[in-house]
Nanobody, 126 residues
């Protein structure tokens, strides 16, 4: 069983930046594919970014490409989401998720992930 704890959310003005962190329990973190999802009020949860177990491959939602960057530090059991040039439409609860083993990043969707954090709220004011 893996526990994921997100942090780093908050209120920021449009154009600002935030860095989200997600710390995972357990020794098997380096073997997990990691991803960030988000859910805005009255909307479905959507994929934001994913990173392979080694950190060598990443994938992004089109609307965040060039603004967000996912990274991981396997020595610290931590995955990050650096968010720059934030927009009001980025307002959502952001969730960290882990998937056991290797998988093609293009296959990552909500139902393909095995473990979830409780989320951290990001609010971007205009």
């Amino acid at each position: 069983q893996v526990q994921l704890v997100e942090s780093g959310g908050g209120l920021v003005q449009a154009g600002g930046s935030l860095r989200l962190s997600c710390v995972a329990s357990g020794r098997t973190f380096p073997s997990y594919t990691m991803a960030w999802f988000r859910q805005a009020p009255e909307k479905e949860r959507e994929f934001v970014a994913a990173i392979s177990s080694s950190g060598g491959s990443t994938r992004y939602l089109d609307s965040v490409k060039g603004r967000f960057a996912i990274s991981r530090d396997n020595a610290k059991n931590t995955v990050y989401l650096q968010m720059n040039s934030l927009k009001p439409e980025d307002t959502a609860v952001y969730y960290c998720a882990a998937g056991r083993g290797w998988r093609p990043l293009y296959t990552i969707v909500v139902t393909s992930m095995d473990y979830w954090g409780k989320g951290t709220l990001v609010t971007v004011s205009s």
